[in-house]
């Protein structure tokens, strides 16, 4: 039987997607692709169209990029109804219905949870100018306290989001200082090689680094932010902050549920959800920033993994799997086996990243110099290669990615990872 004529059966089967962002609307366009013609909803509690995040601490907080032009594809291209501005408050696995802030119940066939994550926050943080970035709106109001020129700027966190507005707000020309509590930015997910460059890069760029330091609070005069305390004493004067502390996962909708929900929405390795009793819940999946999912390529830990190319690799495995249920298929959906990859731009220098790095329990130089900002470190465990970071040397990552996915040696030979020999025709 194919997927194609079971759908045709039924087509009064209804999908629920709940979060109208990056594995959301991938996961609408990959159920539509492989068939499925019943009625498709989407509920997103934002107002705005499905739009690209990467771009805010980046080029749009830069100016050098439009709304516009960080639209994912217009939602009318999908054939679905699309509730903007509708929070899910309320999932009935048993009853299998969804209810939204204002009422509306959405029964389901199907339904994908794409809730993804949120800006973990300070407790002061309700005094202006303290910012966080995780939305448009959140990068709106950040760009124009910038371009009001403050004294200077304070990142509190130097992950990659801390990192890179610390970069743009230099780029404006604005004082900058970026404030951690680790001995360098990025250290537990990169490792030292790469975050001591990362530190060094951002010194020579004139950022005020104070690293190996805790935010012990923030202080405010009349509501403003006058100053970030840090744990060895010093106060920090300070007219705006941007807090930079990681995320966490959009799951509290859905206590009381019956879903397995520690450390995000935990699932099983085709995406399906899991009950308290960490049993997959049949026609319920989870995908994106929010879902914490076994990786078969490392050693079926459940991570949850907060990159652009993992929101789309998982929407497509989840759609699948929704497909399977819903044409009664027999065995077991596919895992979900992507190799996670990410980017980021700070100042000129791309950085790529491959596999999870942050497992590694060694690293290793592979190739080029730190010094001259070109090189490519590797990272192991267990004998096997889980990870790879090139700063501004992208060409050669993609022999990495595929020792990855082929659970490759650690350390890598140079015969897996060498430049094929070029070919010349005559
Ligand atoms: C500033 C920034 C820069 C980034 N840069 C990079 C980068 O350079 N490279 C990279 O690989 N990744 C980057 N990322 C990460 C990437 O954007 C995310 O991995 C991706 O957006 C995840 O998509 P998602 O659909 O799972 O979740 P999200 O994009 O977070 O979307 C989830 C949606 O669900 C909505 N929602 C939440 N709860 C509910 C509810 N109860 N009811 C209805 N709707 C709800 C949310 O408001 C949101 O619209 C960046 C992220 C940010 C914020």
């Known amino acids: 039987m194919t997927a194609r004529w079971a759908l045709e059966r ?119 100018g303290v910012h966080v970035l995780r939305t448009l709106d959140d990068a ?11 004294t200077r700027v304070t990142v509190v966190g130097g992950g990659f989001i801390g990192l890179e507005v610390a970069a743009t707000a230099r780029q404006l020309g604005l004082a900058v200082t970026l404030v ?16 001591a460059f990362f530190a060094r890069q951002h010194r020579r760029h004139g950022v005020d680094l104070r690293l190996g330091i805790g935010v012990t609070g923030l202080q405010a005069d009349t509501g403003q ?9 010093t106060r920090l004067t300070a007219d705006l902050a941007v807090v930079g502390l990681g995320t966490v996962p959009n799951n509290a909708w859905l206590r009381g549920s019956g879903l397995l929900l520690d450390g995000g929405v935990r699932t099983d390795a085709a995406l399906r959800v899991l009950d308290k009793g960490a049993k997959p819940v049949p026609g319920i999946v989870a995908a994106g920033d929010v879902a914490r999912t076994p990786h078969t390529l490392f050693d079926d830990e459940p991570l949850r993994v907060e990159h652009w190319t993992n929101a789309v690799d998982q929407a497509g495995t989840a759609a699948r799997t929704m497909l399977h249920h819903l044409t009664g298929a027999t065995g077991e959906p596919a895992p979900y086996i992507g190799v996670p990859s990410f980017w980021s731009d700070q100042y000129d220098t791309k950085i790529l990243s491959v596999g999870l790095p942050a497992l590694g329990t060694e690293s290793r130089l592979l190739e080029g110099d730190p010094t001259d900002g070109r ?16 700063v501004g040397h992208a060409r050669r990552l993609a022999a990495y990615r595929r020792q990855i996915a082929a659970r490759g040696p650690w350390p890598p030979t140079a015969s897996a990872t060498a430049v094929p020999a070029a070919r010349f025709t005559t």
């Open 10 to 128: 039924s087509p009064a089967q209804r999908v629920v997607i709940v979060g109208a962002s990056l594995a959301g609307l991938r996961a609408a366009e990959a159920l539509r692709a492989g068939g499925f013609d019943g009625s498709l909803h989407v509920v997103g509690d934002e107002v705005h169209e499905p739009y690209a995040r990467p771009p805010l601490s980046k080029a749009l907080l830069a100016g050098a990029k439009t709304l516009e032009e960080l639209r994912l594809p217009p939602m009318a291209a999908v054939d679905a109804s699309w509730h903007l501005g509708a929070t899910a408050v309320k999932l009935d696995i048993s009853a299998r219905r969804l209810l939204l802030h204002d009422g509306t119940r959405l029964s389901f066939d199907a339904l994908l949870i794409a809730t993804g994550a949120r800006p973990r926050r300070l407790a002061a943080e309700q005094i202006d």
């Open 140 to 150: 709106r109001r950040l760009r124009t306290a910038l371009l009001e020129r403050p």
């Open 180 to 195: 951690d509590g680790a001995p360098l930015p990025m250290l537990a997910a990169v490792g030292n090689r790469v975050a």
């Open 225 to 233: 932010l006058s100053a970030v305390e840090l744990a060895d004493g």
């Open 375 to 390: 090189f490519l470190v590797g990272y192991g465990r267990r004998g096997r290669l889980v990870g790879a970071v090139a």
